[in-house]
């Protein structure tokens, strides 16, 4: 088993480098993927390259979003013969004192991806918090199931060839649908997800991608779409109810 870490970056520089490198104690090689930022950040983040000899970068020409720059991650951390992959957002959310926990448990359950559960405190954006939990409740729709805790935190641990069966085979969404349409359609094709409780903090001066309109509505057509692949496989869901 080999990991690393796998960095989404659109315009994230404030305390970037400094996260960077306090994922050196981990000893594992960093992608980061640069989502076509802008040209000054652009330049920062290729210092960071020439900096920390565990850190590669991969440039986007044109935006793709999040889930477009997980995946480019995701696909270059495999074809480097990495077996898993540690993905975490650059926006300063995640509590990184939870990446050992997450390891750990990765390496007892190496077929599994094993994802953040958020305890909020009161930085949460009152909008963000409720829109999760209509997101939780067709998750259960989609899945005749709860043990999908949380489909919406980008700190999670992939194994790489179990996500590269299904990302090779369906065409994922490359925004904000992403997190949750991956951890969906790996449960409907047997791969569990393991979830780890972990504190999410918005930074008071953090910049937010989520645009309110557009990804709801992008993530509304998302579960249309598996509300709809549920149907089709109501045979297996019936299954694994009875197995669970």
């Known amino acids: 088993m080999s990991y690393c870490f796998v960095i989404p970056n659109y315009n994230h520089i404030r305390g970037f480098r400094e996260l960077v490198i306090s994922l050196a104690q981990f000893a594992l090689p960093v992608i980061i ?12 983040l290729e210092r960071i390259e020439q900096e920390l000899d565990y850190v590669e970068l991969i440039h986007h020409q044109v935006n ?44 007892s359950r ?57 990302a090779q085979n369906v065409s994922l969404g490359r925004r904000m649908d992403f997190d949750i349409e991956v951890l969906v359609r790996l449960y409907w094709a047997g791969v569990k997800t393991h979830f780890i409780p972990t504190h999410v903090h918005y930074p008071q001066d953090g910049h937010s991608h989520f645009r309110g309109f557009e990804d709801n509505l992008r993530i509304s057509w998302l579960h249309t779409r598996l509300v709809f692949g549920m149907l089709m496989r109501i045979p297996l869901l019936l ?3 009875v197995t669970q």
């Open 64 to 107: 793709q979003g999040k889930g477009g720059a997980v995946q480019t991650g995701l696909k270059a951390a495999y074809e480097r013969q990495f077996s898993h992959a540690l993905q975490i957002d650059a926006d300063g959310q995640h509590d990184f004192n939870d990446i050992a926990k997450f390891l750990a448990a990765s390496q």
């Open 239 to 241: 299954k694994n109810k």
């Open 110 to 166: 190496p077929e599994e991806v094993i994802s953040g559960a958020p305890v909020y405190d009161e930085s949460v954006p009152k909008h963000r918090l409720y829109g999760r939990y209509i997101t939780h409740f067709w998750v259960f729709i989609e899945t005749w199931s709860r043990t999908l805790k949380d489909t919406m935190c980008g700190f999670r641990v992939y194994p790489l060839h179990q996500y590269m069966s299904l």
């Open 33 to 44: 993927v640069n989502d076509a930022s802008d040209e000054a950040v652009r330049v920062q």
